[in-house]
Each structure stands twice: as C-alpha cells, then as structure tokens.
C-alpha cells in the first residue's frame, strides 16, 4: 500500500529555518510525482511545489519559491522540504502527497494519496 508520513514540524521564530521530511512506501521515485501542500487555520490547502518523481524537475508557488527548496533521497525513500526565512504567515500543517499519474503541479485534486500532516508553526 501507498503511504507517506511527514516529519519535521515544529515552533520555529520568524526567519528561521526548518526542514520537513516525506518518507515513502508503496511506489517508487520516478513513478509518481511528489507535492508538498500546507493549511493554515480556516483556509483552504495551498500547494507549495511539485517534484516530477521521473526528472526531479521541481516546480514551486510563488509564495514560497526562492524560500523552500525540495530535495530527495531516493536510498531512503525520502523527500525534503528546507523551508528558510520562515514567516508567520507561513504557519500550517504541511501535508506531503502523491500523484501516480506523475503530472504533479499544485492543485490538490491531481493527487491520489496523502500523509497525515505536521505542524508547523512560525511565531513572530
């Protein structure tokens, strides 16, 4: 079975940096895409970026790109997200997913499965 578990969340103050790990089971890199979403409180999901699992061309939200950088580690199944310059409007739960069709982009109904959400929390 597909599983994704993320990992990371916490308090951080603003302008600092955290980094949110998605371990993986059931699929392989290169077969689907990866996207990293987050919700802040009374808000809809926001997608942050979407990493195409057969190129590792990665691409981001406008809200986050220059700031959050993915990485995978494919020996552990992983995927990364370094989340610098933290501001408080960055606070959420951030949810890791995948699309098996490995189409990617930021809109959640293109993903298939999803993990359970960390928190992250940004004070001022």
């Known amino acids: 079975e597909v599983q994704l578990v993320e990992s990371g969340g916490g308090l951080v103050q603003a302008g600092g940096s955290l980094t949110l790990a998605c371990e993986v089971s059931g699929f392989t890199f290169g077969a689907y895409a990866i996207g990293w979403f987050r919700q802040a409180s009374g808000k809809d999901r926001e997608g942050l970026s979407s990493f195409n699992g057969r190129n590792g061309y990665t691409i981001y939200a406008d809200s986050v790109r220059g700031r959050f950088t993915v990485s995978s580690d494919n020996a552990k199944n992983t995927i990364y997200l370094q989340m610098n310059n933290l501001k408080p409007e960055d606070t959420g739960v951030y949810f890791c997913?995948?699309?098996?069709?490995?189409?990617?982009?930021?809109?959640?109904?293109?993903?298939?499965?999803w993990g359970q959400g960390t928190q992250v929390t940004v004070s001022s």
């Open positions: 997913a995948a699309d098996r069709a490995n189409w990617g982009g930021l809109g959640v109904m293109s993903y298939d499965y």
